[in-house]
């Protein structure tokens, strides 16, 4: 059974940061390509970071430069280091795996995490 468990989320003052983490079982991790979406009140769900499976990393634009994506193939984990927050960062988090498992293509996802910036 796969499963994608988020931490790390919570309540924090704009300017500070946050540490999510995304811990995976169930499938085998490094040949998953890892990302993280979020997704605000009356929004649309957004692509906020990728790391492929050979390490390679991309930002939104909105990010870029405070965000940072990585992951830990020993551990089954990503990460995602957000310095520098904003209120307009406030949404829930979720880690997604996209990866071809004998030629399909598997995504998973995983139940979101809470960040709220304030004021």
């Known amino acids: 059974q796969v499963q994608l468990v988020e931490s790390g989320g919570g309540l924090v003052q704009a300017g500070g940061s946050l540490r999510l983490s995304c811990a995976a079982s169930?499938?085998?991790?490094?040949?998953?390509?890892m990302s993280w979406y979020r997704q605000a009140p009356g929004k649309q769900r957004e692509l906020v970071a990728v790391?492929?499976?050979?390490?390679?990393?991309n930002y939104a634009d909105s990010v870029k430069g405070r965000f940072t994506i990585s992951r830990d193939n020993a551990k089954n984990t990503m990460y995602l280091q957000m310095n520098s927050l904003k209120p307009e960062d406030t949404a829930v988090y979720y880690c997604?795996?996209?990866?071809?498992?004998?030629?399909?293509?598997?995504?998973?996802w995983g139940q979101g995490t809470q960040v709220t910036v304030s004021t």
């Open positions: 790391i492929t499976n050979g390490d390679g990393t």
């Open positions: 997604n795996a996209q990866g071809l498992v004998f030629g399909a293509l598997h995504r998973h």
């Open positions: 169930g499938i085998i991790f490094n040949i998953y390509d």
